[in-house]
């Protein structure tokens, strides 16, 4: 290499500077004034004087159950995982306010781009858990047409959703609708150039679409700070749109903040980033070890703000809710659990020559050909006697 | 260090702390390359024992990773970039190849680029989308990357090595469903140059031609027809760009029949260049035409249909049969 000579006679001189740079600024805590808030993990009530929110015990209750099926749901794919019936799962434990706060803001027309982890946002727009797992399991890349629900399918490639989510919230503004696009990603993915492009793209264009980023702080081993030194929603601000930091372990003020993003976007007045502080509680899929990496003081302080314990402690403080209705929805909880795990176990193996369905919309001679080959080829073993 | 038994992974490893060891301008980078290791644990204990500053977690983003790497480059240093599957290589795609790969040229020279690009590749784990993927000839296609994929342990350490003392970038393609097999690995003995194609088995009937993860497959396919009487050569290519076609000609010279094997499309693939060379070289050897056996011109399927689309054992002796035929 050419250039060593010149790296040989230019040592780094300064040994401060090095080390000044390896202290990377933590991002703020969780808590204070620019985080939205309006359920404290002790379940209490309080007012942001930008966000309020009014809810009948019916609509609380509402939450309160999609909440408990979502992480119901979770744990079953985590148990099918364990027993074999998946491939990999990524659980969503501890991230079900956030998902069912922005999925409940949604209208029907709205639309939907998610990563891999949005099971309580499917659940919201009334995709069926079971359909979720085909891809997990190995049998699909997807599972459900994005149309009949404006849920479009799980992107595995870390932030390209959202350059989809804001093209065709473009499409959108240029129908002159007025529904709004949504887009999820993590905190790790905020870092990818796709992410900063759609920041590009909405703000110029004022398309009108919801950035929703999950900061769950961990992008497999990695903290937040080894993807940002100022936190995450104040990104917005150098785009030209608003951010705003919600507590995302609080599903009132993460429907209300996504309301009124949603809201913002539909008046044509274009992006708005929701970082959605939260946290996950299980490893990152079912493949990853976070004893490597992880202190469990780290979730044990985070159990503490648990988003679906801080609604039941309000709505038992608020008489919202009898024993009742908690022993009917652990029942509803315990049948979806069961109706999940049988659909898994009944769940077929597609057939062989599915590898060559829908490769191209207009059909191929090439894959007609391969596929005449591969079926000629396992035919000859039927013929074979075996 | 006398011959020892060790996974592919561990070998990789150990090569990587050599490589760490020995020049201090080398890097390694990548996404929970750190306190991770790696998703498959292959730079396991290296920033534990050599430092932040020297195994670099970076931000998610592999465009980034890539472009710094070639700035690094530039400045002096060695980096070593693990890009954490195949099918997460596109976002820095572009940098690879307009940018990386070029340098050297444009620079009439002047310039070199010691970057090594680690990717797990290649399917037969039962994972989901985007981690199964062999787009190995999508690199091979662009000159001045070399692209090379080890199959077994002993080339696993050398070929790293070697690719590390590259001044030129080299696409390092690590077969990860062959992580978990064990070989030999001997630390002293001097390999043979990078490109070099090795015989991994010799035979007089017909030759497969293979790298990385279906070298296996090969070497199994060529034992199941030893019992049916046939001598099956075996080459394990162990570089796709350049292609050692002179070790592939002598084979062929001496069985006159050529199967090339990968897991990769056969439309476009190496195969089919490898196909075309031969041909021309070897026109008046050959007993039947050069076969190939791949994948289909399909996305990579589920996890469930993958071992229908994946070369096995009876698709290669498929081949073995029909090429005899002729
Ligand atoms: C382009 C790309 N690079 C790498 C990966 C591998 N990978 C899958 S998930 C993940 C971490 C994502 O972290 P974050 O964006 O914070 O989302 P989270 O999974 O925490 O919800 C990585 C590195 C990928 N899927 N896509």
Redo the contacts with the bound molecule.
């Keep these: 290499m050419t250039v060593e000579s010149t790296a040989a006679r230019k040592p780094r001189r300064s040994s401060k500077r090095t080390s000044a740079a390896k202290t990377p600024a933590k991002t703020p805590e969780s808590s204070g004034p620019q985080l939205v808030q309006l359920l404290t993990p002790e379940g209490e009530r309080v007012e942001h004087p930008d966000f309020e929110i009014d809810l009948s015990a019916d609509e609380l209750r509402g939450l309160y159950r999609d909440m408990v099926l979502t992480r119901r749901f979770d744990a079953e794919a985590t148990a099918l995982q364990r027993q074999g019936e998946l491939g990999l799962w ?1 659980s969503l434990l501890g ?1 079900e306010a956030a998902q069912i706060g922005s999925g409940r803001a949604l209208r029907d027309d709205d639309y939907v781009f998610p ?3 949005e099971h309580g946002v499917a659940w919201c727009r009334g995709v069926d858990p079971t359909n979720l797992l085909g891809m997990f399991r190995g049998v699909n890349h997807g599972g459900w047409d994005p149309n009949t629900n404006n849920f479009h399918l799980y992107t ?5 959703q959202t350059l989809h989510a804001t093209g065709y919230a473009m499409g959108v503004a240029k129908d002159g609708a007025d529904s709004a696009v949504i887009a999820y ?6 870092s ?1 150039g796709d992410v900063a492009e759609a920041f590009t793209f909405s703000a110029v264009y004022n398309a009108p679409v919801v950035f929703f980023c ?3 702080q ?3 081993s ?1 903290p ?1 700070e080894k ?1 940002t030194r100022v936190p995450l929603y104040q990104r917005a601000q150098g785009f030209g749109f608003p951010g705003v930091r919600v507590d995302g372990n609080d599903v009132l003020a993460c429907l209300a903040v996504t309301r009124s993003a949603l809201e913002r976007a539909r008046r044509g007045e274009g992006p708005t980033l929701v970082e959605a502080f939260t946290y ?1 509680m299980g490893a ?2 079912t493949s990853d070890d976070p004893t490597k990496y992880r202190a469990d003081e780290e979730r044990v302080a985070w159990e503490a703000k648990d988003p679906i314990l801080r609604l039941r402690t309000y709505m038992e403080k608020q008489d919202l809710a009898d024993a009742a209705y908690f022993t009917a929805l652990d029942e509803e909880s315990e049948a979806l659990g069961k109706r999940v795990r049988e659909a898994v176990r009944a769940m077929p193996d597609p057939d062989r020559l599915a590898i060559f369905d829908h490769v191209y919309a207009d059909g191929s001679p090439l894959v007609d050909e391969e596929r005449a080959q591969f079926a000629a080829y396992q035919a000859s073993f039927a013929e074979e006697g075996n | 260090m006398a011959a020892e038994k060790m996974s592919l992974a561990k070998a990789l490893n150990e090569s990587l702390r050599k490589a760490l060891e020995t020049d201090p301008k080398v890097l390694i980078m990548g ?2 390359v750190g306190k991770l290791g790696g ?1 498959f644990r292959i730079t396991d204990g290296l920033q534990k024992d050599f430092g932040e500053d020297r195994v670099i977690d970076t931000p ?1 983003a ?1 465009s980034g990773i890539v472009g710094t790497a070639i700035g690094l480059a530039l400045r002096g240093y060695r980096p070593i970039v693990e ?3 195949d ?2 290589v ?2 820095a795609y572009d940098q690879i190849v307009t940018q990386l790969a070029k340098m050297h040229a444009r620079a009439l020279g002047k310039i070199k680029m010691p970057v090594v690009i680690r990717i797990p590749y290649g399917g037969g784990i039962g994972a989901v989308e ?1 981690h199964s993927e062999s787009p190995e000839a999508l690199f091979a296609h662009v000159a001045g990357l070399k692209v090379v994929s080890p199959s077994n342990a002993s080339d696993a350490y050398w070929m790293m090595q070697q690719a590390v003392q590259s001044d030129d970038p080299v696409i390092f393609f690590e077969p990860k469903r062959r992580y978990w097999d064990k070989g030999e690995l001997d630390t002293e003995s001097i390999p043979g140059p990078l490109h070099k194609a090795a015989v991994a088995r010799e035979g007089s009937d017909l030759t497969l031609a293979a790298y990385g993860p279906m070298v296996k497959v090969c070497l199994e396919a060529a034992a199941a027809a030893q019992e049916e009487g046939k001598s099956i050569e075996v080459l394990d290519l162990r570089s796709m760009s350049p292609i050692d076609f002179d070790t592939v000609q002598t084979s062929v010279e001496k069985t006159g029949r050529l199967v090339v094997v990968h897991e990769a499309p056969v439309f476009y693939g190496s195969g089919a260049e490898i196909a075309a060379r031969i041909t021309e070289r070897c026109f008046y050897h050959l007993e039947a035409p050069v076969l190939r056996v791949g994948g289909y011109h399909a996305p990579y399927p589920p996890a469930r249909l993958e071992d229908e689309y994946l070369p096995g054992l009876d698709r290669v002796l498929d081949a073995v049969d029909r090429s005899l035929a002729y």
Excluded: C, K, M
């Design positions: 990524a991230q990563t891999y982890r595995i490639v870390i932030g390209s990603f993590g905190d790790g993915a905020s990818q999950q900061n769950n961990w992008a497999i990695e937040t993807q996950r990152h899929t | 996404e929970d998703v998610l592999e890009i954490q599957f099918g997460f596109f976002p985007h």
